[in-house]
């Protein structure tokens, strides 16, 4: 793109003369699309109760868990028990397993908080499995690792292997946030998520605060220095027990209730296309919501998960606690989480059916006192005052973080879902927990556990609740991205079933995309049909190049979708977009210059390499349609001219045998003659079924080989028709010639 005609800022008659005049040009262009940013973000902001579960009828728990059958609930809430029990057990034995191995604090510190890291290790390939398979099947065999990997903590023979064993329970752990929160959003409605999200935060608790008693009491039963080891073993048992129950667990619709509150029906897309985790996640960081919160409960993250261990090793270190003291305060602290549950999610449920702002601001709000009683807590001067003084923080703390499921799930795209959640693990326990024990573990080791808390937990409670309080003000906008998707889906589903012989070939709907913070994609949309030949004109800077990197999967755009033959390829990577046929032939040179012809079409030809037969009839197929390059096979390519490389360059993209072929700049560069030849080809293309998308900066060129065109102006679809009718529109072909903004 070449600078002066970036922005298509002036008319030729005010074309500004000096540095100062361009400058203002620039700073005009970019203030004004900046409006229109601001103004596209605007636009999809619906009335609150067209939002999903805004404004819909109350539901009661009762109802809410019969609607979806509460075998899912029960056994999801029993698995997440279980892995409360483990997390609990290790926080009351960390002493006891410091002192077995000769460790020291900062050592079992990081240690039992780095499965928040192994967590990590497993959300993505959790959250993607989530996505695209049956998710009872997933929980099933995390659950069966999981119990194998507590069993092995109980065995470990030194520290190293413990370490180890913490890893593999880290990994099946990481089930839970992504696989369960897709399957619990999808199997209950949206105006039960909170007290969902409770009565499991609370269930689990429930035997959480039971299990210091428990752990503590094993232990001192099985006496010793060794007797740390008995609660792992004994767990393992039922872990694997309720782990092959799962796998009976029914699979409901993705994204069936936010279809059922915003269209009234479900559409169901039974054959999705696989999600690449790079899209998935390049558009969930474009929902202002999720990023924010994200960022926020990381922020928390660097103090929950640390809290407890630092707290035991201080009750013991400065108070002379022992374990089975420590173990009744442990549980003393849960019972009381469970007395504030009760309270948080049916007041979560109800703000959310009223104003799901006021609902996640009511988050943020019980986050901030936690920055203030912290301090309290940790100069108390006695191991009691100080075991009851931490309670209300924790209290409060765990409420909110009862709720990132509900909160994401609410503004996530529905296929997304799995990734959503794997997302916010990352964050939460990559960032957050392991830096925090990182962090907690060296600060603790130099002075004392205290120190770590003030310098850490105090700064991390603030800006967390802050951050909450902030994100309350996307979540409208937001659950308006979900609703136009969903209505726009319902639309396409309707438009197939009445006119199942006229699917586009490619369909681009809705489409906004941004570089970053900066929009250059406005609400783009257009369909091409099979066959079809259609070019993409415009300014120079309009966004031409990056629609063809939308389609073809280069880049991810933060609202709209893309469809091939009407299956929705928003999401699937540009390697698997290859394999069902979409090619793209980049702009400037697009071949290896010291290698010959040959080894060009060779390696363009990698991916038939098993397939003899198919790759010898591609060979002979493009060699056919490129007499010269046949006859220049051994020739090195970088010594062929400009029009051969171009040739060679669409040769090897032929290669793959296209449905859909993207050109960018097709002529740019290369003599008249050389042109002539490059449109007979297509010609030849065309007549062979192809179907073209062709960016060109000529509109003679496009006239000549283009169906209809489509005409880009500042990222804004300003003219969609046959490629006649734009001949015919003087502002616009003015527009092409000029290379500058008609008038
Ligand atoms: N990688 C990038 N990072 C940031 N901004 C980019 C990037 N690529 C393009 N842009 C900007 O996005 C806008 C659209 O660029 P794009 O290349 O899609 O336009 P185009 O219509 O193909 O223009 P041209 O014909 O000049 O190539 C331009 O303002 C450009 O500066």
């Not at 909170?194 to 006496?223: K, Q």
């Not at 990352?426 to 990182?438: D, E, N, Q, R």
């Not at 010291?594 to 030809?605: I, K, P, W």
């Not at 390059?629 to 290669?655: E, K, T, Y």
Request: glycine content about 10%.
């Amino acid at each position: 793109m070449s600078a002066p005609q970036a922005a298509g800022f002036a008319s030729d008659a005010e074309q500004p003369a000096s540095a100062a005049g361009l400058a203002a040009g620039l700073i005009d262009a970019e203030a004004e699309r900046r409006e229109r940013q601001a103004e596209s973000q605007r636009d999809v902001v619906f009335a609150d109760e067209l939002l999903p579960g805004v404004g819909d009828a109350e539901v009661t728990l009762r109802q809410g868990l019969a609607a979806g059958g509460s075998a899912t609930f029960l056994t999801l809430v029993t698995l997440a028990a279980m892995d409360e029990l483990e997390s609990a057990a290790l926080g009351v034995l960390a002493p006891d397993i410091r002192d077995s191995f000769g460790m020291s604090n900062g050592a079992i510190v990081f240690i039992s908080a780095a499965s928040g890291a192994f967590l990590v290790l497993g959300a993505l390939p959790m959250g993607l499995l989530a996505d695209r398979y049956r998710r009872s099947r997933v929980i099933g065999w995390a659950g069966v690792a999981f119990s194998a990997m507590v069993f092995a903590c109980g065995l470990a023979a030194n520290a190293f292997l413990f370490f180890l064993a913490r890893f593999g329970v880290g990994v099946a752990k990481s089930s839970t946030l992504p696989v369960h929160g897709s399957m619990l959003a999808d199997t209950y409605p949206i105006g039960v998520r909170g007290r969902i999200a409770t009565v499991n935060a609370g269930a689990a608790r429930t035997i959480g605060a039971l299990s210091p008693l428990a752990v503590g009491g094993i232990a001192a039963l099985a006496g010793g220095s060794e007797g740390w080891r008995w609660p792992f073993l004994i767990l393992g048992l039922p872990a694997l027990a309720v782990a092959v129950w799962a796998f009976r667990l029914p699979d409901p619709p993705r994204g069936q209730h936010e279809m059922k509150s915003v269209l009234g029906e479900v559409v169901e897309d039974t054959n999705p296309m696989p999600i690449s985790m790079e899209a998935a996640f390049a558009r969930l960081m474009q929902i202002r919501t999720i990023k924010t919160c994200i960022i926020a409960f990381s922020a928390l993250g660097f103090t929950l998960f640390t809290s407890g261990i630092l707290g035991n090793l201080w009750a013991e270190d400065r108070f002379d606690m022992s374990t089975f003291e420590r173990g009744v305060w442990g549980s003393v602290g849960g019972v009381s989480l469970l007395l504030a549950l009760p309270f948080v999610g049916p007041r979560y449920d109800r703000l959310y059916r009223r104003d799901p702002a006021r609902a996640l601001s009511l988050l943020g709000y019980l986050i901030l006192p936690g920055a203030a009683l912290i301090p309290i807590q940790w100069f108390m001067p006695t191991g009691w005052a100080f075991m009851v003084a931490g309670i209300p923080a924790a209290i409060l703390s765990s409420v909110t973080f009862a709720m990132v499921g509900p909160v994401m799930q609410s503004v996530v795209p529905y296929r997304l879902r799995g990734l959503g959640s794997a997302l916010s693990a990352i964050y939460i326990f990559f960032i957050g927990a392991t830096g925090g024990a990182l962090l907690s573990g060296l600060i603790s080791d130099a002075y004392d556990p205290r120190v770590a808390v003030l310098l850490i937990g105090v700064p991390a409670t603030g800006i967390g609740g802050f951050l909450i309080i902030r994100s309350a003000s996307f979540i409208k906008n937001d659950l308006s991205m979900v609703v136009h998707e969903l209505r726009e889906e319902l639309e396409e589903r309707d438009r197939q079933l009445e006119d199942p012989e006229n699917i586009p070939v490619l369909q681009v709907n809705n489409v906004d995309f941004s570089y970053g913070h900066v929009q250059v994609l406005f609400d783009v949309a257009f369909d091409v049909r099979r066959g079809e030949t259609l070019a993409l004109l415009g300014t120079n800077g309009a966004g031409k190049s990056t629609i063809l990197k939308v389609i073809c999967g280069l880049g991810t755009p933060s609202r709209g979708v893309v469809r091939l033959n009407g299956r929705t390829i928003t999401y699937v990577a540009p390697e698997q977009r290859g394999r069902y046929g979409v090619h793209l032939l980049p702009g400037g040179k697009g071949v290896f210059p010291d290698m010959t012809v040959r080894e060009n079409l060779e390696m363009a030809a990698f991916r038939l390499r098993k397939d003899t037969e198919d790759r010898e009839r591609r060979f002979a197929y493009v060699l056919d349609l490129f007499p010269d390059l046949r006859d220049r096979q051994s020739q090195q390519a970088g010594s062929l001219s400009g029009g051969q490389q171009q040739m060679l360059a669409l040769a090897m993209v032929l290669m793959h045998d296209p449905e859909v072929l993207l050109i960018d700049e097709l002529s740019l560069g290369l003599a008249p003659v050389v042109v002539q030849d490059l449109l007979a080809i297509l010609e030849r293309l065309k007549a062979d079924g192809l179907t073209i998308v062709v960016v060109e900066q000529s509109l003679n060129i496009a006239l000549a080989i283009a169906d209809r065109a489509v005409f880009l102006e500042k990222g804004q679809v300003r003219f969609e028709g046959p490629a006649r009718e734009l001949a015919e529109r003087d502002d616009l072909a003015r527009a092409v010639f000029l290379g500058k903004e008609g008038g």
